[in-house]
């Protein structure tokens, strides 16, 4: 990078956290830290529940993901925009009433401690194990494609997140994911439009549209009811429901941002916000991705994107093979850039075929590729696709605006850590410290606890981002990890909610017996199954289950 872009990431980064840090310095009592003084307007909110979800990953492996497969990914947000109003119906009135710190007390006051408890654990692993990939995502491809040393990375971007989210708690986590935000919405229109101007004489927005369309990266919907595609309407509108419901309704990173909202009116329109703009936002993303792939159509490109593995397998016995592929490659594109420039002059169903007959060769290369670099190295990911869009950024963005882009990335990195890393010690704090904490505790005691936690689960996060190993997409992997905890945290909550009748012990073994469950399709019956209806799974079975055990043991007791 040049020295532009050097002074506006490191500008961008730092007025960013100093103003977080700065806003919030009078934090002094539980309430103003871990709900923000509950005077939260609703476009913060709104800002805050989006940058929390929209990490990194979401700017990094996005656009790679739709390189690679297209925009049927968007079907994954389908079930958000009813699930935000459920939340908003059901979930916030009761919050808002019982004046909760996190989701889980409510589940107390309605079964038992057992409950609330286990509740809290499915949460703190999910969201622990996340805060530590939505580090380490970043960090890797960063390191890969600036050169800097991963460890050195992952903990850059970790100790920026803990500053200002130990010293001013969930104020200062919402006040700067509202910045963060914005720089990444402009980041991203800004890519968007420098992608156009940079197409060839000739390709504009609609014969891009075109040429995806030919290749298969336009089909946004697909109807078929096979249980082993991930993406499919069917799957996107009931398990993304479930998985949404979970998410914005028990998931305490997304309900804390809302909980510091100034009256439910507030709170609801901070989520809604969301539900409009969410799935516009996430097709704007895939819909970049896929002009990167059309730019590249006519670019010349490595057959892969991820340079290091390059260097890897050409320092191996492996090269001379993957000399030969890259021989190949660059055959094939100089034959495919032919065919695209042949199609926009007279488009006909041939020359479509003939493209899309193109794609599958140039994927089957890429995959030959990927082989030769997992024989090189067994642990090098074979994925590509979530160096892709960086690869862009570094090699055709303008001085300073490289800078910004990076800046976007990091941002995105720090406003999800940020949100998960406040949640996770305020469930740790008020679920479990307070909760079997045998002594009473001021409020000024409180406050140092939190901050104490904080610290804790930012180093920990940290800790398991140097550890971490990943081999799937990443955008991929933070939804897989969700999948399998989160249908069982709804059922308990619906369950609550809906079962009237349903005592502790009937919901406390139906969650256990349904995350069993769910466990057992996650480690045996991936390919059986898509990830997505693990939510509708694990949801249901703790609904449906609790819901017979309760009569079987109503049964039982009347017989006594």
């Known amino acids: ?3 532009l872009d050097w002074l506006v990431l490191a500008s961008t980064l730092l007025l960013i956290v100093g103003y977080g840090t700065w806003k919030t310095r009078n934090s002094k009592d539980l309430e103003g830290y871990l709900k923000g003084g ?3 307007k609703w476009l913060t909110i709104g800002l805050s529940v989006m940058a929390t979800q929209a990490s990194a990953i979401t ?7 739709a390189y690679e497969s297209g925009m049927g990914f968007v079907q994954n947000y389908f079930g958000m925009p009813l699930a935000i109003i459920i939340v908003c119906a059901v979930f916030i009135p009761i ?17 038992d401690v057992r ?20 580090i380490y995502a970043p960090a890797i491809i960063l390191s890969v494609m600036l050169g800097w ?50 197409m060839p004489e000739g390709v504009g927005l609609f014969e891009a549209l075109d040429i995806a369309g030919a290749a298969g990266r336009m089909d946004v919907i697909e109807f078929s009811f096979d249980l082993d595609k991930r993406y499919t309407f069917w799957s996107g509108i009931t398990g993304g429901l479930f998985l949404a419901l979970s998410y914005f309704g028990t998931d305490q990173s997304q309900v804390q941002r809302y909980l510091s909202g100034k009256s439910i009116t507030e709170m609801r329109m901070g989520l809604l916000f969301n539900a409009v703009l969410k799935i516009p936002m996430q097709f704007m993303i895939l819909l970049t991705g896929v002009l990167v792939f059309v730019f590249y159509q006519f670019e010349k490109h490595p057959v892969l994107f991820n340079h290091v593995a390059i260097e890897q397998v050409n320092n191996s016995a492996y090269q001379p093979e993957f000399e030969k592929i890259e021989s190949q490659h660059a055959q094939f594109q100089a034959e495919n850039k032919e065919l695209l420039m042949s199609h926009l002059n007279q488009p006909t169903m041939a020359s479509k075929e003939a493209i899309l007959a193109n794609d599958l060769k140039g994927k089957a290369l890429k995959q030959e590729a990927r082989e030769m670099v997992l024989k090189a190295n067994p642990d090098q990911s074979g994925k590509d696709s979530d160096y892709v869009f960086l690869t862009f950024i570094m090699n055709y963005l303008p001085k ?9 990335i990091i941002s995105a990195a720090m406003s999800s850590t940020s949100g998960e890393i406040n949640a996770l010690a305020s469930t740790t704090m008020i679920d479990f410290y307070k909760r079997l904490g045998k002594k009473e505790l001021t409020d000024q005691q409180m406050v140092t606890s939190s901050k104490w936690l904080t610290l804790a689960w930012g180093i920990l996060a940290i800790g398991f981002a140097l550890f971490a190993q990943l081999a799937e997409n990443l955008i991929e992997a933070v939804n897989i990890l969700g999948s399998v905890f989160y249908g069982t945290i709804l059922g308990v909550f619906l369950t609550a909610f809906f079962l009237k009748h349903v005592k502790a012990n009937a919901v406390f073994v ?9 466990f057992i399709l996650f480690f045996y019956f991936q390919k059986e199954v898509g990830y997505l209806w693990y939510n509708f799974i694990g949801c249901g079975l703790v609904f449906v289950g609790a819901a017979f055990l309760q009569v079987g043991m109503m049964g039982l007791e009347r017989r006594r």
């Open 1 to 3: 990078m040049s020295i």
């Open 38 to 40: 509950s005077d939260m």
């Open 59 to 65: 700017f990094i492996s996005t656009p790679g993901q």
């Open 95 to 111: 919050y808002y009433k019982l004046k909760v710190y996190t989701a889980y007390e409510f589940l107390e006051q309605r079964f």
């Open 115 to 134: 409950v609330r408890l286990f509740t809290a654990t499915l949460f703190l692993i999910s969201r622990g194990l996340a805060a530590g990939i939505t």
């Open 149 to 198: 040393e991963l460890n050195i990375t992952i903990i850059l971007v970790g100790f920026l997140v803990i500053v200002y989210t130990v010293s001013g708690g969930t104020k200062a986590v919402s006040l700067t994911q509202k910045w963060q935000m914005s720089v990444i919405l402009v980041g991203m229109g800004i890519a968007f439009f420098i992608l156009l101007d940079k």
């Open 400 to 408: 300073g605006l490289v800078g910004l882009l990076i800046a976007v």
């Open 510 to 518: 139906a969650a256990i017996l349904a995350q069993t469950c769910v």
